[in-house]
């Protein structure tokens, strides 16, 4: 699974189109961009999210 997470106050969403960073972290007046995290071993779902933001062939 891969979600987003905020490295100011470790916050973890399931949405994969959060653009505007940290919402918890913006309440507070602080501007924090997301990570991505992968959670367990399934990097299969981190390359589909990179497959279709971004268009890339990862195959090679």
Known sequence: MVRLECPRCTA???????????????????????GVKAVGDDFGALLAVLRESYGLDLHG
């Not at 973890?12 to 919402?23: I, K, V, W, Y």
């Open 12 to 34: 973890l969403f399931e949405s994969q189109r959060m653009f505007t960073g940290c919402p918890r972290c913006r309440e507070q007046h602080v501007a924090v961009n997301l």
